[in-house]
């Protein structure tokens, strides 16, 4: 449903924000599109949506080229952006019977279908206030039901929990779980690699304009794998003697800037217990011992094997 | 004082851009505009034009300056900076000292670009020494009684719709245009038509533009003076008392 | 969460009615800006009128008032616009622009939606200013159905003007350039008033006054008033008028789209 094929952009003649990417979301799944900021996702989704057009390259959006159909694209899909981009100065519901119908609904269907989005969403209280007085939370609520008036075939939902509080993040998964039971194609962009981990059907990875990852979630973990162990002594002096007790274990690092050492930990608990059994022994006053998931960073460390800035 | 000085200089940092030229070039636009457009229709006897409406010109750029006054002291009142101010160990009128300067600073300036344009189309200073620094004076102490009230206004009222959408600005724009308009500084009174000439003669912007016209020439009325000075003096004891208290005011 | 409503098709006229009806929703939730956008160019008229209308009778042996009301119905329409292309670049901020570009609507909807919101706008004003000048002593010579032209010169004014303002706001950074456009554009306005009279400016200030798109358009609606020959005048402005859309239009559309890409 959604492809792109060797897409360029270069802004000013100098500012390659893509540089060849290639990748397919198909019908009906969702699509994470990871990356730090500035790799060139918005830029993605921008070009997908018809605000850009690509300097070399082609997109297709649900059958049409960006380029060529941009009208038909325009018809097919709905857009969230990290800015919500609603009117403020018009109530809730009067944002989504204003899209509604600039979309082709007649007024009564428009109010008819505001009224079962702002149900669905839970803002019965808010619908009727300028969106200028709703806290981020209520806002994004609107603008992501607002993208939806019209049930596109392909919805682009750029960062669209970010800054939000957990509660209302979970809000917007369960809403993209929803929509791609029903038959939708999502891409969506983020940050996080557990957002993108509990959403996607499929993982790509952006670093400076290029896919450097493509994949499920699976096998993206795999790739990078496991969880890490991680241990931080009380008196950074210590660091060094932790380091003697776990150096043989496989990948282990130091890292004296954070005073941390981590071990990758691919048997998850049983190499934390290891860990944990060494630096027991040698009797050091710990900060912090914990397993935890792999981040951002260091899937693209695995990846790239050098650090993103 | 070195938070009034801080806090001042930020003030000027902060609008240098936009502001002070702003003022500078108003207030050479509007008396050439006004210039153009009336001296030939308008009879000022035998003054020159230029002589005639420089006064009112200077008058017309502190009201303009004064509404830009309020929206600045309504930003600062509800700016996360301005709310900042009010923990530290500064002075409550501090903020308030700050902007009367900058206000006073802007209004010098002002007159400058004033007189330098005057001079261009003819007016000249006719009174001497003193006078020309009572003029000078007496423009300084009208700008602060309206920079008083309008940082009283945009400090009181700042939680309200009306002056946080900078509408009351644009509120004050007419009634400001009418007595600038209809005064005697822009046309002598019998030029209005005769019902309205009363009004004309004895408002504040008249009264004061007549006394800054007579300092330029070099000579003014007692009774002028005296009313000028009145109100002048007037509206910076009520407007001063009214500023400070807003200032002083927590919620 | 398929609809099944049914969708009609993209409508040119549709869509600006909807654009219109939007910023004439945010206008009515803002009654101060509007009230003082349409009284504004009223309290002018009768401030001027006060001031210059007794020396102008004895100048020209004219009443002013026929060069006032023009002057001041039309910089009304051209404040107007001006405030309300200044809230342009607040909607850029937003990323309101781009959202709507992305829907399924006609590229030149959301610009040909805020024109018709002005033009209705300037429609109130300049009823009211006229209604007004007929008080102030205005008559209608050529007949009372001139006043029908006489109203919508304005609003012809404010679209055309709205458009060479929104081309010049969808792309500068600041309102500097906007605000100077504006200035320039109100002292042509005044500058044709006929008070000063054109007789009386030097020869080079004449050619300057007279060649301006200010000019014909304030002296037909004078003529309208007066009852004399507004044909030529009425030729030169809708040349001006055709020429200034022709080249700020498609630099509006263009402006947009540049700005919802961005």
């Known amino acids: 449903m959604i492809e792109l094929n060797g897409v360029a952009k270069t802004f000013d003649g100098a500012i390659h924000a893509l540089q060849d990417v290639s990748f397919s979301v198909p019908t009906g799944t969702v699509c994470g599109l990871l990356g730090h900021n500035g790799a060139g996702k918005t830029t993605a989704i921008k070009i997908l949506s018809t605000l850009l057009r690509p300097t070399s390259g082609h997109a297709i959006v649900a059958g049409y080229d960006v380029v060529r159909d941009p009208d038909r694209v325009?018809?097919?899909?709905?857009?969230?952006?990290?800015?919500?981009?609603?009117?403020?100065?018009?109530?809730?519901?009067?944002?989504?019977?204003?899209?509604?119908?600039?979309?082709?609904?007649?007024?009564?269907?428009?109010?008819?279908?505001?009224?079962?989005?702002?149900?669905?969403?839970?803002?019965?209280?808010?619908?009727?206030?300028?969106?200028?007085?709703?806290?981020?939370?209520?806002?994004?609520?609107?603008?992501i039901a607002a993208a939806l008036v019209v049930s596109p075939k392909v919805l682009f939902l750029d960062e669209p929990t970010t800054g939000l509080d957990p509660r209302s993040r979970r809000a917007v998964w369960d809403t993209v779980a929803s929509l791609s039971a029903q038959g939708a194609t999502v891409l969506l962009t983020t940050q996080y690699l557990e957002e993108a981990d509990a959403l996607s059907d499929s993982i790509v990875v952006i670093d400076h304009g290029r896919v450097i990852a493509n994949g499920t979630a699976e096998e993206l973990k795999r790739r990078v794998g496991f969880s890490y162990c991680t241990v931080s002594p009380v008196n950074p002096a210590d660091l060094s003697k932790i380091w003697a007790a776990v150096a043989d274990l496989k990948d282990a690092q130091s890292d004296d800037e954070s005073n941390t050492v981590s071990v990758p930990a691919p048997d998850g608990v049983v190499t934390f217990a290891e860990v944990f059994r060494r630096v027991d022994q040698i009797d050091v006053e710990l900060a912090d011992i914990s397993l935890r998931k792999p981040s951002l960073d260091e899937v693209f460390l695995h990846i790239t094997g050098n650090v993103s800035t | 004082m070195t938070a009034v000085a801080a806090l001042t200089e930020r003030m000027i940092r902060i609008t240098a851009r936009d502001d002070l030229p702003f003022a500078i070039l108003a207030t050479a636009g509007i008396f050439g505009f006004f210039n153009f457009a009336l001296r030939n229709v308008i009879d000022t006897g035998q003054t020159n034009y230029a002589q005639y409406i420089l006064p009112v010109i200077i008058i017309q750029v502190t009201f303009l300056g004064a509404l830009s006054t309020v929206d600045r002291a309504a930003h600062d009142q509800r700016s996360g900076f301005g709310i900042g101010i009010r923990t530290l160990p500064v002075p409550v009128v501090a903020?308030?000292?700050?902007?009367?300067?900058?206000?006073?600073?802007?209004?010098?300036?002002?007159?400058?670009?004033?007189?330098?344009?005057?001079?261009?189309?003819?007016?000249?200073?006719?009174?001497?020494?003193?006078?020309?620094?009572?003029?000078?004076?007496?423009?300084?102490?009208?700008?602060?009684?309206?920079?008083?009230?309008?940082?009283?206004?945009?400090?009181?009222?700042?939680?309200?719709?009306?002056?946080?959408?900078?509408?009351?600005?644009?509120?004050?724009?007419?009634?400001?245009?009418?007595?600038?308009?209809?005064?005697?500084?822009?046309?002598?009174?019998?030029?209005?038509?005769?019902?309205?000439?009363s009004f004309v003669r004895y408002q504040p912007v008249s009264q004061v533009t007549q006394t800054l016209q007579g300092f330029a020439a070099g000579g003014v009325s007692v009774s002028n003076l005296a009313t000028s000075l009145a109100w002048c003096l007037g509206l910076l004891v009520v407007f001063g008392a009214l500023a400070v208290r807003m200032q002083r005011r927590t919620e | 969460?398929?609809?099944?409503?049914?969708?009609?098709?993209?409508?040119?006229?549709?869509?600006?009615?909807?654009?219109?009806?939007?910023?004439?929703?945010?206008?009515?939730?803002?009654?101060?800006?509007?009230?003082?956008?349409?009284?504004?160019?009223?309290?002018?008229?009768?401030?001027?009128?006060?001031?210059?209308?007794?020396?102008?009778?004895?100048?020209?042996?004219?009443?002013?008032?026929?060069?006032?009301?023009?002057?001041?119905?039309?910089?009304?329409?051209?404040?107007?616009?001006?405030?309300?292309?200044?809230?342009?670049?607040?909607?850029?901020?937003?990323?309101?622009?781009?959202?709507?570009?992305?829907?399924?609507?006609?590229?030149?909807?959301?610009?040909?939606?805020?024109?018709?919101?002005?033009?209705?706008?300037?429609?109130?004003?300049?009823?009211?200013?006229?209604?007004?000048?007929?008080?102030?002593?205005?008559?209608?010579?050529?007949?009372?159905?001139?006043?029908?032209?006489?109203?919508?010169?304005?609003?012809?004014?404010?679209?055309?003007?709205?458009?060479?303002?929104?081309?010049?706001?969808?792309?500068?950074?600041?309102?500097?350039?906007?605000?100077?456009?504006?200035?320039?554009?109100?002292?042509?306005?005044?500058?044709?008033?006929?008070?000063?009279?054109?007789?009386?400016?030097p020869s080079w200030a004449r050619l300057l006054v007279q060649f301006q798109p200010m000019y014909p358009t304030v002296q037909y609606m004078r003529a309208l008033a007066e009852g004399g020959p507004g044909l030529q005048p009425l030729l030169v402005s809708l040349i001006w008028a055709l020429a200034l859309t022709a080249v700020f239009g498609p630099l509006a559309i263009r402006g947009y789209r540049a700005a919802a890409g961005r």
């Open chain 1, 74 to 143: 325009r018809e097919s899909i709905g857009t969230t952006g990290q800015v919500t981009a609603l009117d403020w100065e018009l109530t809730g519901r009067e944002n989504l019977v204003l899209f509604g119908r600039l979309r082709g609904m007649r007024r009564k269907d428009a109010r008819l279908r505001a009224d079962v989005l702002i149900d669905q969403f839970d803002m019965e209280d808010a619908a009727d206030r300028r969106v200028i007085t709703y806290s981020i939370g209520m806002m994004r609520r609107i603008d």
């Open chain 3, 1 to 201: 969460m398929t609809t099944d409503a049914a969708l009609r098709k993209s409508s040119l006229a549709v869509e600006s009615f909807l654009f219109a009806g939007r910023l004439l929703t945010h206008w009515r939730r803002e009654p101060v800006m509007t009230v003082q956008a349409l009284l504004y160019p009223t309290f002018l008229l009768i401030a001027y009128d006060l001031l210059v209308g007794k020396s102008i009778l004895k100048i020209t042996g004219r009443d002013s008032i026929y060069g006032l009301v023009p002057t001041c119905a039309i910089a009304g329409a051209m404040f107007g616009a001006l405030t309300a292309s200044l809230a342009i670049r607040v909607e850029l901020d937003w990323g309101l622009l781009p959202r709507l570009w992305v829907l399924p609507v006609k590229r030149a909807s959301a610009l040909t939606g805020r024109l018709v919101a002005e033009a209705v706008r300037t429609l109130a004003g300049s009823i009211i200013v006229t209604l007004v000048g007929v008080l102030l002593g205005l008559r209608f010579e050529g007949g009372w159905l001139a006043v029908i032209p006489f109203i919508l010169v304005p609003v012809a004014v404010a679209v055309v003007f709205s458009t060479v303002l929104i081309a010049i706001a969808v792309r500068s950074k600041s309102s500097m350039a906007l605000i100077l456009v504006g200035v320039f554009s109100v002292s042509a306005v005044f500058a044709s008033s006929g008070a000063p009279p054109v007789e009386t400016l």
């Open chain 2, 95 to 197: 903020p308030l000292i700050a902007r009367m300067l900058y206000c006073l600073l802007r209004g010098v300036l002002a007159l400058l670009a004033a007189l330098a344009v005057g001079y261009l189309f003819g007016f000249r200073m006719g009174g001497g020494f003193l006078y020309t620094a009572a003029f000078v004076i007496l423009v300084l102490l009208f700008t602060l009684a309206l920079s008083l009230g309008a940082d009283a206004t945009g400090t009181g009222a700042a939680r309200s719709a009306i002056v946080r959408t900078g509408a009351s600005s644009q509120l004050l724009l007419i009634p400001q245009m009418l007595l600038v308009m209809l005064s005697t500084g822009m046309a002598p009174a019998d030029s209005f038509p005769d019902w309205l000439q």
